[in-house]
């Protein structure tokens, strides 16, 4: 049998429509559905629509207020030397240790770990924690020129980082110290031993520290002696005041407009 040419030229129209009828459906998908629709998220914006159904969330400052940081306190000259001493035997290690405890026992009562570190402690050594003092006192030579209390940051020599936070940490002291003890900061008797202070060397570079001589054995050592309490309560504020972050000063006044 021939075959007929009918069937075939209407197979090919209805191609031909059946080919219009698709494009034109997939062409009208394409414009409703835009590219617009497709989701795609942005970790910042995921990050935002999670804080917007739930606020209590909020982003903290730092690594500062987590309960269960490492804090290193050094008893300065504990298990070395006696450091100063007084005419009438009173020694400078005796007074440090009796502040070291304290500052130790308000800390853990805050929540932290607390090293009590000897003078030339072998866990020195590459030691890592959110903060490291070192505390000390200064001479009995009655000078009346010899009260106060000084403090020297580690230097950052292989960590930038270090240096920033040593003087963060610093100034929190420092403040803090002050206004508990009413003592003043003395700058001239800042010596070489405390701006290079063997344990800034031994240290993870990563680790903030600042050496405090807390007052002199001469003219403070009421203070010092008698009142060890006040003395480390000083301490706790200052530390406590870098590591919550807090503003050492009052706020600068902003220009008038
Ligand atoms: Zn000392």
């Known amino acids: 049998m021939t075959p007929s040419r ?33 989701p ?14 739930s606020p209590a969330i909020a982003l903290l400052p730092t690594s500062t207020v987590q309960p269960a940081l490492r804090i290193g306190i050094i008893s300065g000259h504990w298990k070395n030397d006696s450091g100063a001493t007084c005419p009438d035997g009173l020694e ?4 440090n240790h009796a502040i070291a405890l304290r500052v130790q026992a308000a800390l853990q009562q ?15 050594k590459g030691y890592r924690a959110a903060a490291l003092v070192s505390i000390h006192a200064d001479v009995c030579t009655p000078n009346p020129d010899y009260t106060g209390f000084k403090t020297a940051p580690a230097t950052g020599v292989q960590d930038a980082a270090q240096l920033q936070n040593s003087l963060h940490l610093k100034a929190c002291l ?26 800034f060397n031994e240290i ?10 807390t007052g002199f054995l001469g003219l403070d050592r009421d203070l010092l002696v008698n009142h060890p309490d006040t003395v480390a309560k000083g301490i706790v504020a200052g530390i406590l005041c870098y590591l919550r972050n807090e503003p050492v000063h009052p706020p600068t006044p902003t220009s008038a407009p």
């Open 6 to 38: 009918t069937p075939s030229r209407e197979s090919a129209l209805s191609l031909f429509l059946r080919g219009l009828f698709w494009s034109g459906l997939i062409a009208l998908l394409l414009i409703a559905w835009s590219p617009t629709d497709i």
């Open 40 to 53: 795609h998220f942005s970790l910042s914006e995921l990050w935002q629509r999670a804080s917007r159904n």
């Open 92 to 95: 400078e290690v005796t007074v």
């Open 174 to 199: 420092d403040a803090r110290y002050a206004a508990i003890t009413h003592l003043p900061y003395h700058p001239t008797s800042v010596s070489r031993h405390m701006t290079e202070y063997h344990a």
């Open 110 to 124: 805050a929540g932290y770990k607390v090293d009590l570190l000897a003078e030339f402690d072998p866990r020195l």
């Open 204 to 213: 993870a570079p990563t680790t903030p520290a600042v050496i405090i001589e």
